[in-house]
């Protein structure tokens, strides 16, 4: 990949979160020259359920990411799925591409471990960097670096704009997506938006085996009060806490409309004493975040920049996972600019880089159109209702609802639920 001599980078990535870290990680690994971009300081927070599925572990233990217990990892046999009167617990899929496990960590310590990770694989971790907007070349229109400013720990301006340069950048800087905003890729209004809130408490419910899923949501005891447009999760964190939230999602942006956290607390009223989801053990505010799902930004490469995690809206349409896809994400777009690094031409170059986006199409879009049918059937509660009562209990179906809650099914080979999966992902047109 031909730079300017006044390049300050083979590759810049914009955000530290997963889909950042795992692109620097993979980009310095190879041996390029790395600069990682954040706005923030470490330890960070960030809105998230901090559960991640037998894919996200797959990616992680493809980095080397040490998943020992005393790390702050806990690991979790399965899903437990309530709803419609019934409570299965569906122990993760035994198959030869994912490990048979699910693991959580809040998103306090995982982006902090995932940033050092990359860092330590040789990436120039450059923290309270706020990124203002692309470099582009006036003469090719190409994304040439970026513009950036220090902050604060507030956020507030500390010092002098000033100028990074690389011959590609990683935009991994979230929903927000101003990079992509800034060269005028806007959202696409015909996919699924999810919305998501979320606390912590202090609960007897820490060490949990199981990813704990509610399907209904009621505002009172069930049977005599109203269901709720949404779904809930607890998931456990091992520490004396657990992850607690709702979300919904919409086939349009419309999910944004309702205010979930009055249905969050309406949902706390009637959760059992048992929990100790209590406000005197409530441990920080509720806070929301936004989902964008199904490739909802496009194209994901285009003039210099390449689009992972939330800034493409690579959010799973079945179940809200995020992470698994953004570290996905993070590894393609590293090996496309590696691959173009070894071009000898300009039209080398672009081909190389462009498999990023024919990549992720290929791998993903078929499934994420699925997920997009998927959301139009249960976004209405009532159908939703339907849906748990009588179907989790067929045998087949509590197969279906598992792979594709866990983000995980064969893609070539296994049982009969993969191979039917894995063919409606190739029929159906891609996202």
């Known amino acids: 990949m031909a730079g ?3 390049d300050d980078a083979d590759v810049i990535v914009v955000g530290a979160g997963p889909a950042g870290s795992a692109a620097a990680f993979w980009c310095a690994s190879a041996g390029l ?4 971009l954040e706005k923030a300081s470490f330890p960070r927070d960030k809105v998230c359920g901090d559960g991640l599925t037998p894919r996200a572990v797959k990616e992680l233990v493809s980095m080397g990411v040490p998943l020992r217990e005393g790390d702050g990892w806990i690991r979790n046999q399965g899903l437990r799925v309530i709803g419609g009167g019934h409570r299965l617990e569906l122990p993760w899929p035994e198959l030869s591409s994912y490990p048979s496990y699910g693991l959580a960590r809040s998103r306090m310590s995982l982006d902090h471990a995932l940033a050092d990770h990359a860092r330590a694989a ?3 971790l450059l923290e309270r960097t706020q990124v203002t907007g692309p470099l582009v070349d006036e003469r090719t229109g190409r994304v040439v670096g970026v513009t950036a400013r220090p902050v604060d720990d507030a956020g507030r301006r500390a010092g002098d704009a000033v100028e990074y340069r690389a011959p590609v950048v990683i935009a991994a800087d979230g929903v927000s997506a101003r990079l992509g905003l800034s060269l005028g890729l806007e959202k ?7 919305v998501a809130v979320r606390t912590y408490f202090r609960t007897p419910r820490h060490d949990d085996a199981w990813m704990e899923s509610h399907l209904e949501l009621w505002d009172g005891a069930p049977g005599r009060s109203n269901l709720m447009p949404g779904y809930g999760w607890i998931f456990a964190l091992g520490d004396g806490t657990a992850n607690v939230g709702l979300g919904s999602v919409s086939s349009t942006p419309n999910a944004t409309k309702v ?5 969050f607390a309406r949902w706390m009223a009637n959760a059992p004493a048992e929990w100790g989801f209590t406000p005197e053990n ?6 929301g975040a936004a989902l964008p799902m199904g490739f909802n930004r496009t194209p ?6 390449m689009l992972v995690g939330d800034s493409g809206g690579m959010v799973s349409p079945f179940n809200g996972e995020g992470i698994a896809y953004a570290l996905q994400a993070g590894r ?3 090996d496309a600019v590696v691959q173009a690094r070894s071009r000898t031409t300009a039209d080398g170059r672009e081909r190389a880089l462009a498999t990023y986006a024919r990549t992720m199409r290929e791998d993903l879009g078929g499934f994420y159109t699925l997920g997009r049918y998927f959301v139009r059937i249960i976004e209405h509660p009532q159908v939703m209702r339907l849906c748990t009562r009588y179907g989790l209990p067929r045998p087949l179906v509590m197969r279906f609802t598992l792979k594709l809650l866990s983000d995980c099914y064969e893609p070539h080979g296994g049982d009969m639920v993969d191979r039917v999966i894995a063919g409606l992902t190739r029929v159906v047109p891609a996202a």
Do not use: C, F, I, S
């Open 188 to 194: 696409r209004m015909d996919r699924p938006m999810g």
């Open 33 to 36: 020259t790395v600069l990682l």
């Open 122 to 124: 040789g990436a120039k």
């Open 4 to 6: 300017g001599w006044n």
């Open 259 to 263: 205010d979930y956290k009055d249905l």
């Open 282 to 287: 409530q441990v920080g505010p509720v806070q």
């Open 332 to 334: 393609v777009a590293a």
């Open 300 to 305: 994901l490469y285009g003039r210099g920049l």
